[in-house]
């Protein structure tokens, strides 16, 4: 079993910089990835971008430049936290934020986060 559990969401104002943390925990020695999507009101989810195993990250191509996705540099096999940096936020980020695990039989997500952007 692996728990995925966002947090770092907030109010924040249009230009600032806010990063959100995934945290795995459990039996995620074989998690292959970690991926961030995001879902606007009224809005199909998102994906934004993702990190491996090996540390390989994708961005939506929207996102690139502004989102950095990193993850913590310690070796555990039953917790690790992946990060989502947002700089130069937008009200048009106004989304939650969700985090998914994948290992090859199975997918695990979290709550969410909720993070607005205005002014």
């Known amino acids: 079993q692996v728990h995925v559990v966002e947090s770092g969401g907030g109010l924040v104002q249009p230009g600032v910089s806010l990063r959100l943390s995934c945290v795995l925990s459990?039996?995620?020695?074989?998690?292959?990835?970690v991926t961030w999507l995001r879902q606007a009101p009224g809005k199909q989810r998102e994906w934004v971008g993702n990190?491996?195993?090996?540390?390989?990250?994708?961005?939506?191509?929207h996102l690139k430049g502004r989102f950095t996705i990193s993850r913590d540099s310690a070796k555990s096999t039953v917790k690790s936290t992946v990060y989502l940096q947002m700089n130069s936020l937008k009200p048009e980020d106004t989304a939650v934020y969700y985090c998914?695990?994948?290992?090859?039989?199975?997918?695990?997500w979290g709550q969410g986060t909720q993070v607005t952007v205005s002014s």
């Open positions: 998914k695990a994948a290992r090859a039989s199975q997918v695990y």
């Open positions: 459990g039996e995620i020695f074989d998690i292959f990835d």
């Open positions: 990190i491996t195993d090996e540390g390989r990250t994708n961005y939506a191509d």
